[in-house]
């Protein structure tokens, strides 16, 4: 591997003995870049090598004899200090534990400035991190990728978030690339034999993590503005048509993101890049924000509504970034979520002002359902975790941090109130703007604009793992309707039967909001802050209809309801929103895993919402629905799971039929999105024959015109196709794949391959995994996939352990936690074991946590399939299956 290579020649530029493992693997704080020259040199078209010179004005905090900071795969160079106009000899010395060198100087220097310079050179990366190389046909790039800590892959640098400093970038490279920076270029100097130096404007104070370069044959859209700021969108070539509704996205939301923080656009320019291979969704890079394609580039006639739902999410959380984020930085990793958990609540509370039509905060209870399952694993973390190294900080860019931090944000607004939380939101961006924050300077802020404490409510949220069952009964005593509300730590079921006491004592301040049904078609809602374990709670209303735990789905916790509750809620649940009969859904097979509740009454309510309408709650009961399939098989047989999915397609048959499969004039998207979670229920959870024969059909006519068929159905109607689907229709889609002219027929044809039951046709999907056919960025997506797919995942768990040398390499730090978390899918002790093994023998560094909660996972599996057994038998005799 060319990076390899790179760090074994830079090993001759240091001394022979390397320095010993220290135990902080920080930066000295007394060491600090205040302005930072970088030009580099590079060609993407002409060969993999890339070389430059950085050069450092320091502020030495006290007398200084070493200089360390961070490199890694670069050789180094060309050593130069200087301290008032005087060269200091100087030398370098590996610390490869630390990814850093130290220059160690001839003589102590004094407190004041100092000039470090440095020549390096390195090869463009494979694995989508640092200055890496990326294709897109024949065309050659090279981009960045910095974050978490990748910048010393790219030149020498101080790598950590709170070493803020303004970067003049230029580079040398054939005259006929696009170049593009954080900074809008201030000239370009022609030089001989067809190049050319481009330098960009010095940048405001950055971390190095949101420093950016593309380099390379990019085409670029008319810009739009907001206010004073430029926006534009830049792509391969051939791909300008797809630009319009990024564009409207980026004018739209960032004009209510300045109007929310009252704050204009920080930054000289915005442009959109879309990058052909990316190892995140996007990257917040200031005023350069790169995009996977499929986040950024849509066609308006073939793009489904999530597709364009998810892009303008993701658009507007990197444009949240550019103050939350950028403007103001975490000083370290270990404080991640004030960028992550703000910028995801943002978008969706953006996005939502700007489409109310698209019920976004639904879109986001499907997030936040996922967060619930992995917090409820003892293998989970704080959404506040200590970070010791950049592996650490990479793990941490998970559900916790994104889904759960922004439900702990959102849960603080709804307590504190829109106007006094934007105020507090605001004087902190304000106070802090160009400098770098712990979470106690948003807690200020926030209390100071609302005249209330807010450390004590909200520090138990994000220091303490896991989340509270709140236990919820109400009793008449005295004449009046009270309830009892009791809290402990969730937990899942334990071996056995037994309840789990580790984590009992721990409670969190509740901000509770119930819900009670106060008429036929009325409700009401009730306000409470839980400060113990056990409280009580009057009731307004005598004698309510019906009480839901969680209104609107507010509160990062699980309502557990006694069963006449619950059947309360059953028959009203038309009174309750979709988001909250989402958590009803939700709230209710979390009971049933966590084993406070049947599995047959379970299934009775699941398949009572044969009649819903929104397409959400459809979503939400397909999942467990779908879990339960995979139980039934593993606990019971394949005849059994057969039984159960033949109960699905009755229960939603007549829905999907009364729909039908043709979009009807005048439709709303609602009508549009339920059509297409009805097709996935009865035909790919269902298996109904006569529902998957028609949508092989409808596959059909897609394949030849893409107007055949509603936009929204196209990923079922393909899945289910590839289900059923011989070679001839294998290669067909290797061929669409590749002659698609959007990104998301790319990836729909190419993820399909992945779905098909054949095992040749299995073998080869797998084998493509190896190969330019499937993308680097798009590795641990397939094989996650496959995972699971009944048909494959044997297959492609054997694969993965014995081609996992050259797979590894295919799948970048933050993108191997995939396939490592979807091998519960597998089930067994047999395969837990082959499991730990496999990645206790071929360790992954960023994916220490994945391991241990996929272990944790294939447990809680089995328990629960031990002890479901019979009951389910007995729901399916009682069904006449």
Same mark, same amino acid.
């Given at each position: ?99 850093? *060198? ?69 580079? $040398? ?28 404007? /010095? ?17 670029? !859209? ?45 930054? !000289? ?48 959380? #990197? ?60 293998? =989970? ?13 990479? +793990? ?23 106007? !006094? ?36 409510? *909200? ?14 009964? /109400? ?45 036929? #078609? ?54 309750? !929103? ?33 009649? +819903? ?9 397909? #999942?467990?629905?779908? #879990?339960?399939?995979? $139980? ?14 033949? /109960? ?8 999907? +039929? ?28 269902? +298996?109904?024959?006569? $529902? ?71 073998? /080869? ?30 297959? $492609? ?25 979807? =091998? ?58």
């Amino acid at each position: 591997m060319p990076a390899k290579r790179a760090k074994k020649k830079s090993n001759k530029k240091a001394k022979a003995t390397a320095k010993p493992r220290r135990k902080s693997i920080r930066l000295s704080p007394h060491v600090r870049p205040t302005e930072v020259d970088v030009h580099v040199e590079v060609d993407p078209s002409r060969g993999d090598a890339f070389q430059g010179e950085v050069i450092h004005r320091l502020k030495l905090a006290r007398r200084t004899r070493v200089i360390e900071l961070h490199a890694d795969d670069l050789r180094l160079s060309r050593v130069r200090v200087e301290v008032d106009g005087r060269r200091v000899g100087a030398s370098l010395v590996r610390c490869p534990d630390r990814e850093t *060198v130290e220059v160690q100087l001839a003589e102590g220097v004094p407190a004041g400035d100092a000039t470090l310079s440095l020549a390096f050179r390195g090869k463009l990366r494979s694995d989508l991190r640092g200055l890496y190389s990326a294709r897109s046909g024949e065309r050659r790039y090279a981009f960045t990728q910095l974050e978490a800590a990748d910048a010393r892959r790219f030149f020498p640098c101080f790598d950590e978030p709170s070493f803020k400093a303004r970067f003049q970038i230029s580079v $040398t490279t054939a005259a006929e690339n696009t170049v593009l920076s954080n900074g809008a270029a201030e000239k370009t100097v022609p030089l001989s034999g067809g190049r050319k130096t481009v330098h960009f404007e /010095r940048t405001p104070p950055l971390s190095t993590y949101l420093l950016a370069l593309a380099v390379g044959d990019l085409e670029v !859209s008319a810009p739009t503005k907001c206010g004073p700021t430029e926006i534009r969108v830049w792509h391969v070539p051939g791909k300008g048509a797809l630009t319009a509704f990024a564009l409207e996205t980026a004018r739209e939301t960032l004009a209510r993101l300045e109007a929310y923080f009252d704050l204009p656009y920080p930054y !000289s320019k915005l442009d959109l890049v879309a990058v052909p291979d990316f190892e995140a969704g996007a990257m917040e890079n200031a005023g350069a924000v790169f995009f996977r394609e499929t986040l950024l580039l849509v066609d308006p006639t073939t793009v489904t509504l999530q597709e364009k739902k998810r892009v303008a999410e993701v658009v507007c959380h #990197e444009l949240a970034h550019m103050w939350y984020g950028d403007l103001v930085t975490m000083a370290w990793w270990d404080d991640l979520w004030l960028n992550e958990a703000f910028a995801t609540w943002m978008a969706f509370h953006v996005v939502d002002s700007w489409k109310p039509e698209w019920k976004m905060w639904n879109d986001f209870q499907h997030y936040r359902s996922a967060a619930l399952g992995m917090d409820a694993l003892r293998g =989970t973390h704080p959404i506040y975790t200590p970070v010791r190294n950049p592996q650490e900080a990479t +793990e941490n860019f998970d559900l916790i941090t994104y889904e759960k931090g922004a439900s702990v944000v959102r849960m603080i607004e709804r307590y504190l109130g829109a106007e !006094s939380f934007r105020a507090g939101v605001r004087n902190y961006i304000e106070a802090n703007q160009e400098a770098n924050t712990v979470a106690s300077d948003l807690w200020d802020a926030l209390s100071e604009a609302s005249g209330q404490e807010v450390e004590p409510i *909200v520090r138990a949220w994000i220091e303490q793992p896991g989340f509270p069952l709140l236990r919820i009964r /109400r009793e008449r005593k005295d004449g009046q309707t009270r309830l009892l509300l009791r809290q402990e730590r969730f937990a899942p079921l334990p071996a056995k039967g037994k309840r789990a006491k580790a984590g009992s004592s721990a409670s969190w301040p509740i901000p509770w909001v119930g819900r009670v049904g106060t008429g036929k #078609e009325r409700s009401r809602t009730i306000r409470h802050l839980m400060t113990r374990k056990r409280e009580i709670v009057p009731l307004p209303q005598a004698r309510p209809r019906f009480l839901y735990g969680n209104a609107d789905e507010g509160g990062f916790f699980r309502p557990l309801h006694e069963p006449a509750e619950l059947q309360a809620l059953t028959s009203s649940r038309s009174a309750l !929103s979709a988001v909250e009969r989402m958590g009803l859904v939700g709230h209710a097979w979390a009971a049933v895993r966590g084993g406070h509740a049947e599995v047959g009454p379970m299934l009775d309510l699941l398949l009572a919402f044969g009649d +819903e309408k929104d397409p959400d709650v459809l979503k939400a009961v397909a #999942e467990p629905l779908g #879990e339960l399939c995979e $139980t039934a098989k593993r606990a019971l047989g394949p005849d059994a799971s057969q039984k159960l999915r033949a /109960r699905i397609a009755l229960a939603f048959g007549p829905s999907l +039929e009364t729909c039908g499969l043709d979009a009807r004039k005048r439709e709303t998207d609602d009508e549009r999105l339920q059509r297409a979670v009805l097709l996935h229920l009865v035909g790919q959870l269902g +298996e109904d024959e006569a $529902t998957r024969r028609e949508a092989v059909k409808r596959c059909q006519l897609y394949l030849d015109d893409r107007a055949a068929i509603d936009p929204n159905l196209a990923d079922t109607v393909v899945a289910i196709a590839a289900g059923d689907g011989d070679e001839a229709l294998f290669d067909r889609f290797l061929v669409e794949a590749e002659a698609s002219t959007t990104p998301q027929e790319r990836r729909r044809f190419l993820m399909a391959v992945g779905a098909f039951r054949e095992p040749a046709l299995v073998r /080869r999907a797998l084998e493509l995994c190896l190969t330019e056919t499937v993308k680097t960025q798009d590795v641990a997506i397939l094989l996650t996939r496959m995972l699971g797919n009944r048909a494959a995942r044997e297959a $492609t768990w054997a694969f993965m352990q014995r081609r996992w040398k050259r797979l590894a390499k295919r799948m970048p730090p933050m993108m191997v936690t995939r396939p490592i978390e979807a =091998t519960p899918h597998l089930g067994g002790r047999r395969y837990r074991k082959e499991v730990a093994r496999f990645f206790s023998e071929h360790p992954v560094a960023t994916g220490q946590r994945a391991v241990k909660q996929a272990l944790e996972q294939f447990d809680l599996d089995r328990v629960f399939d031990e002890q479901t057994r019979k009951p389910l038998e007995k729901w399916l005799r009682a069904q006449g299956l």
